[in-house]
C-alpha cells in the first residue's frame, strides 16, 4: 500500500514540473493513507529532477517520521493541521503557480468568472486571513493549516493563502494536481480578463452539479 501511494505522489510530483507548476525545489503534494492514520509526503528541499519514490517520507498524525531516510517538507506542519482537521480530504498540493500566487498574495479571493471554473470550484475559491505575529512565532506552518482549514470549503478543491500561494485538495495526489492545474488556468483568466463578470448562479450550480452533484452525468459510467 505505502510503495503504490509513494509512486503516486511522485509522478503528481513529476506532473508539476511537466505543467509548470513550480520551479526550483518549491511546492509539495501529500497523500493519506486510507486508514486515515499516515500521510506520504515530498522530501524537503530535494530537486524534482532528483527525486525517486523512495525518497518520499511517510508521517503519522502526530507529526511523527514512521518511515523515510530524508527529511519531509517543511510544510508538513500544514499539511498534518489539514489532514487531522478534515478528515475527508485525501490529498494536498502546494505550488507557487505564478497566476494564482498573485491572487493570494493580493489577499482577494478569486471570483469564478465562467463556466471552466465553475466546473471544478463551485464558486469562488477562497483566500485565508494573514496570521498574526503570535501564530508566526509560535509555530508558522501549523498555523497556515489552521487558517486554511477556517475557510475551507465543504467541496474542498483550493484555498489561497494570503501573502504566500494556493493549496489544492483531492482524493489522492494525481487529483489534488489536477485541481492545482485548473487553478492556475482559471487565475491566468481572471488576471488577462480584468472586466468580466461573476458567473451567473443558475449556470455556475448547473456546471457544477453536472460533474459532482448527486445527478452528475458528466464523464463514463463505470462498472463496480
Excluded at 513529476?14 to 486515515?36: K, Y
Amino acid at each position: 500500500m505505502l510503495e503504490a501511494i509513494k509512486d503516486r505522489v511522485w509522478r503528481a510530483c513529476q506532473r508539476l514540473v511537466v505543467v509548470n507548476l513550480v520551479i526550483q525545489t518549491e511546492g509539495n503534494v501529500s497523500e493519506r493513507t486510507p486508514d486515515g492514520r499516515f500521510f506520504v509526503i515530498k522530501p524537503s528541499g530535494v530537486p524534482y529532477a532528483e527525486l525517486q519514490p523512495d525518497h518520499f517520507v511517510v508521517v503519522d498524525l502526530e507529526g511523527r517520521v514512521r518511515e523515510g531516510k530524508l527529511k519531509p517538507s517543511t510544510d508538513t506542519p500544514t499539511h498534518l493541521e489539514i489532514y487531522r482537521r478534515r478528515p475527508d480530504i485525501g490529498a494536498i498540493c502546494h505550488t507557487h503557480s505564478p497566476y494564482a500566487s498573485a491572487w493570494a498574495q493580493m489577499g482577494t479571493p478569486l471570483p469564478c468568472f465562467g463556466t471552466t471554473h465553475a466546473d471544478a470550484f463551485g464558486g469562488a475559491v477562497p483566500v485565508t486571513r494573514l496570521l498574526t505575529p503570535a501564530e508566526v512565532v509560535e509555530g508558522y506552518e501549523r498555523a497556515i493549516g489552521r487558517v486554511i482549514s477556517e475557510v475551507l470549503p465543504p467541496t474542498a478543491r483550493a484555498v489561497l493563502v494570503a501573502g504566500h500561494g494556493p493549496f489544492a485538495f483531492g482524493e489522492n495526489g494525481l487529483e489534488a494536481v489536477r485541481y492545482a492545474e485548473i487553478l492556475e488556468k482559471v487565475a491566468m483568466m481572471a488576471t488577462v480578463n480584468p472586466p468580466a463578470r461573476p458567473l451567473p448562479a443558475h449556470i455556475l450550480r448547473k456546471h457544477y452539479d453536472r460533474k459532482h452533484g448527486a445527478g452528475r452525468y458528466y464523464g463514463q459510467e463505470v462498472e463496480r
